[in-house]
């Protein structure tokens, strides 16, 4: 069994020790993304990254959400230690504890809105099967697009399949929510409509870690941290730099 949720030695929801990652195939040169990263973030947390590309940001989100596995270091989320987890084990606890938001939506495009955020709960089984269909109700309505559970992804615009896609994230009722430039394909006006649902997530005690080049979203954050080469280049939540 994968254990509930629960912050890391009392408050930290996420703990990252000299966490690396690196690319490349044996006898190749190898390409480090992350250079011995730590980090500490606690429950309730709103966090912009930012950096250049190529800086680490989506390998970050990636690591933390068990995407991708540290190379060397230790990542730590939502009270479970992540390199100790098997691929079954690591899927089924990213169900339970972490929605991710990617840019592009990636909603699947032969099933109805509705039926995308029911298949994340089918999938996980964290829900109670009586209660599905209700909360992708109760979703789409927060999201705005309670009048549109029976239409395929193609039918709606940019900004309301990134909504559908935020709804989706949030169906299991995850603890730790990433998301990598959510805002990146949108207008100014579905932007900041973006923007307002993320910050209204801190209410729900959610922790959010979000890769974004949008000022308006990363002036809502807490916390912004921007990374360089790999490395965490400037931290104003612990008043420190990493070089």
């Given at each position: 069994?994968?254990?509930?949720?629960?912050?890391?030695?009392?408050?930290?929801?996420?703990?990252?020790?000299?966490?690396?990652?690196?690319?490349?195939?044996?006898?190749?040169?190898?390409?480090?993304?992350?250079?011995?990263?730590?980090?500490?973030?606690?429950?309730?947390?709103?966090?912009?990254?930012?950096?250049?590309?190529?800086?680490?940001?989506?390998?970050?989100?990636?690591?933390?959400?068990?995407?991708?596995?540290?190379?060397?270091?230790?990542?730590?989320?939502?009270?479970?230690?992540?390199?100790?987890?098997?691929?079954?084990?690591?899927?089924?606890?990213?169900?339970?504890?972490?929605?991710?938001?990617?840019?592009?939506?990636?909603?699947?495009?032969?099933?109805?809105?509705?039926?995308?955020?029911?298949?994340?709960?089918?999938?996980?089984?964290?829900?109670?099967?009586?209660?599905?269909?209700?909360?992708?109700?109760?979703?789409?309505?927060?999201?705005?697009?309670?009048?549109?559970?029976?239409?395929?992804?193609?039918?709606?615009?940019?900004?309301?399949?990134q909504?559908?896609?935020?709804?989706?994230?949030?169906?299991?009722?995850?603890?730790?929510?990433?998301?990598?430039?959510?805002?990146?394909?949108?207008?100014?006006?579905t932007?900041?409509?973006?923007?307002?649902?993320?910050?209204g997530?801190?209410?729900?005690?959610?922790t959010?870690?979000?890769?974004?080049?949008?000022?308006?979203?990363?002036?809502?954050?807490?916390?912004?941290?921007?990374?360089?080469?790999g490395?965490?280049d400037?931290?104003?939540?612990?008043?420190?730099?990493?070089?």
């Open positions: 069994m994968i254990a509930e949720a629960k912050a890391v030695n009392g408050s930290q929801m996420i703990r990252l020790d000299g966490a690396t990652k690196s690319f490349g195939a044996r006898g190749e040169q190898l390409f480090e993304a992350l250079r011995g990263v730590s980090l500490r973030v606690s429950e309730g947390d709103f966090i912009a990254v930012l950096g250049k590309s190529g800086s680490g940001k989506s390998t970050l989100l990636n690591l933390i959400a068990g995407i991708d596995r540290a190379t060397s270091g230790e990542v730590h989320a939502a009270g479970a230690d992540l390199g100790r987890l098997n691929e079954n084990r690591m899927a089924l606890w990213r169900g339970q504890n972490v929605g991710v938001v990617f840019q592009f939506f990636q909603l699947l495009p032969t099933l109805t809105v509705g039926e995308n955020i029911l298949l994340a709960m089918d999938f996980v089984g964290k829900i109670p099967q009586a209660q599905r269909r209700t909360r992708a109700a109760e979703l789409l309505e927060l999201v705005g697009l309670g009048d549109q559970a029976a239409k395929l992804p193609s039918a709606l615009s940019g900004g309301q399949q909504r559908a896609a935020i709804a989706r994230a949030l169906a299991n009722d995850p603890p730790i929510v990433l998301a990598d430039e959510p805002t990146g394909n949108l207008d100014s006006e932007s900041a409509a973006v923007a307002e649902l993320f910050h997530l801190i209410a729900q005690r959610k959010l870690l979000i890769v974004t080049h949008d000022d308006n979203l990363a002036r809502r954050a807490h916390r912004v941290i921007r990374l360089k080469d490395l965490i400037a931290d104003n939540g612990n008043g420190s730099a990493r070089r």
